[in-house]
């Protein structure tokens, strides 16, 4: 019976070893890019758009960049797994490219310029490149000043007011009051005491992004276990040990849920305070483009900002990894 099921009959019904490897994934999604890049190709623009041809050419290189990999994505370990994990939001994005050429470029039922095909998005980033370039070099600078400076602020006074008792009968009352307030209500106050639009927005981001940061500081402070403490002072541990030793890292988890929140308020937030006098940066140009109902430019500002967004998401992910690895049991 074992001879039987081991014949060379019942391995011909068996698939190949080298078909086994195959990502099937890869090769669907490589049609629907493909497809994509066909229906870029064949058939007409209701209007003018510029940058077709390059937006089917990279739709194309994609394309054969993912049949490629459905072949290939096992030699490339860590890679190879995470592309072939990615498989299904590959089709999604294939067949999203496809529908959205048809509904925008190709049949004006989602009509300019309230909407924009992709390759619109696209000559965007070719024609206006540079100005775009310092827009986000100018968001970047407000963002990084103004959190940073919001997260250390509230980071102090969270650990004081998780800390000191005394401190915190006075100061979480009026942390309570401020907290549900947005932050943009406080523009008219901030643009009357600081000297310069640039600087009230950087007060804005820093209130937004260290509001959350101070919040889940003292709460992360004060629900430290006592015992901690206490074994601690028994070996002689100073106040500065234990506030630095003790309560700031087994705090952590709960600072970084406040690191997360302040980064997603402080990136809406700027955009505002960009919009009311800000010079340049990418809530400006957005302002700006609306104003002349050039909405495809507001579409790609708008990509931009969610792609700079999400990879400070990652850099702050990789770095609460980092800092809590030793908490992961705890997590």
Do not use: H
Not at 65 to 75: D, G, N, P, R, S
Not at 130 to 158: K, M, N
Not at 273 to 284: F, I, N, R
């Amino acid at each position: 019976m074992t001879d039987a099921l081991t014949s060379p009959a019942r391995r011909g019904l068996e698939a190949p070893a080298g078909l086994a490897k195959i990502w099937p994934a890869g090769l669907l999604a490589s049609l629907v890019w493909a497809a994509a890049a066909g229906i870029t190709l064949a058939l007409p623009d209701v209007i003018p758009w510029g940058s077709t041809d390059l937006f089917a050419a990279l739709m194309a290189a994609g394309a054969l960049t993912l049949v490629t990999l459905a072949f290939t994505a096992e030699i490339f370990g860590r890679f190879g797994r995470a592309v072939k994990a990615a498989g299904p939001w590959l089709i999604a994005l294939g067949i999203w490219f496809a529908l959205w050429e048809l509904s925008t470029a190709k049949t004006g039922w989602l009509p300019k310029p309230f909407f924009s095909p992709p390759q619109g998005l696209l000559q965007v980033y070719v024609s206006d490149g540079a100005r775009l370039g310092l827009c986000i070099v100018y968001t970047l600078r407000l963002w990084a000043l103004g959190y940073f400076s919001g997260v250390i602020v509230g980071f102090l006074t969270g650990v004081g007011l998780g800390w000191a008792p005394r401190f915190s009968y006075w100061g979480m009352p009026l942390l309570k009051l401020i907290g549900p307030v947005p932050a943009t209500a406080w523009i008219p106050v901030t643009f009357y005491f600081f000297p310069s639009t640039f600087d009230a927005s950087i007060f804005i981001v820093a209130l937004a992004s260290g509001i959350p940061v101070a919040i889940l500081t003292s709460a992360g402070v004060a629900s430290v276990n006592r015992a901690y403490f206490d074994v601690a002072r028994n070996l002689g541990a100073s106040t500065l040990f234990l506030i630095s030793r003790v309560a700031v890292p087994a705090a952590l988890p709960q600072v970084f849920v406040g690191l997360f929140m302040g980064l997603y308020y402080s990136f809406a937030v700027m955009v505002v305070a960009e919009m009311l006098g800000a010079k340049y940066g990418l809530g400006w140009y957005i302002q700006f483009q609306t104003a002349y109902s050039a909405y495809a430019n507001v579409y790609a500002t708008l990509l931009i900002m969610a792609v700079l967004c999400a990879g400070l998401v990652k850099l702050l992910f990789v770095a609460r990894n980092r800092l809590l690895r030793g908490q992961e049991g705890f997590l």
